[in-house]
T-cell receptor
Framework: KAGVTQTPRYLIKTRGQQVTLSCSPI?????VSWYQQTPGQGLQFLFE???????NKGNFPGRFSGRQFSNSRSEMNVSTLELGDSALYLC?????????????FGQGTRLTVV | TQLLEQSPQFLSIQEGENLTVYCNSS?????LQWYRQEPGEGPVLLVT?????EVKKLKRLTFQFGDARKDSSLHITAAQPGDTGLYLC???????????FGAGTRLFVKA
């Protein structure tokens, strides 16, 4: 089956701009989680969506938002970009069955803010 | 918040050596997952350990879950350059929880 697809792979934006990243999960997976990865902070949880509802949110400012569509595809948006938003943004789709979780990450979107 | 501490942070070894990396917490987990991430890629799930004391083997990789389900270890036998990467531990993703990853162990295996 196809893996988790994130687009675009690379993005360069200017401070103050906004950006939208996309994540298509594995077919049948209704949970999509987003993470920010930086060398200094590691992998940090942004939010999780399940059946179009945000189930949980990490400790990020309101400039970071997301949504999920009826086909489980998810987008995250960052407004008023800051230099510190430069990072690898990863999404993961997961599926729980029989008490176990199957989880797959996309390759990520490398965002550079200049 | 359940915090996970991984050690060592960085490890550089020669091909053929054995190594162990650790994932520790003061919290109890229902299960823990281990991932390996290569540069420019997303993490790949290696294993899930569920039962206290459980040992799982994946070729040359041996994963153990502590009896109290607060810690886990990964032992690699006869490391190879292909084992190079960032090893991460975390509770299972999703489920409405704020999944907290450990900072990871960056392993470099020299040929």
């Amino acid at each position: 089956k196809a893996g988790v697809t994130q687009t675009p792979r690379y993005l360069i934006k200017t401070r103050g701009q906004q950006v939208t990243l996309s994540c298509s999960p594995i077919s049948g997976h209704r949970s999509v989680s987003w993470y920010q990865q930086t060398p200094g902070q590691g992998l940090q949880f942004l939010f999780e969506y399940f059946s179009e509802t945000q189930r949980n949110k990490g400790n990020f400012p309101g400039r970071f938002s997301g949504r999920q569509f009826s086909n489980s595809r998810s987008e995250m948006n960052v407004s008023t970009l800051e230099l510190g938003d430069s990072a690898l943004y990863l999404c993961a789709s997961s599926f729980r069955t029989g008490g176990r979780t199957e989880a797959f990450f996309g390759q990520g979107t490398r965002l550079t803010v200049v | 918040t359940q915090l996970l501490e991984q050690s060592p942070q960085f490890l550089s070894i020669q091909e053929g050596e054995n190594l162990t990396v650790y994932c520790n917490s003061s919290s109890v987990f229902s299960s823990l997952q281990w991932y390996r991430q290569e540069p420019g890629e997303g993490p790949v799930l290696l294993v899930t350990v569920v039962t206290g004391g459980e040992v799982k083997k994946l070729k040359r990789l041996t994963f153990q879950f502590g009896d109290a389900r607060k810690d886990s270890s990964l032992h690699i036998t006869a490391a190879q350059p292909g084992d190079t990467g960032l090893y991460l531990c975390a509770p299972p993703l999703g489920g409405g929880f704020k999944t907290i990853f450990g900072a990871g162990t960056r392993l470099f295996v020299k040929a």
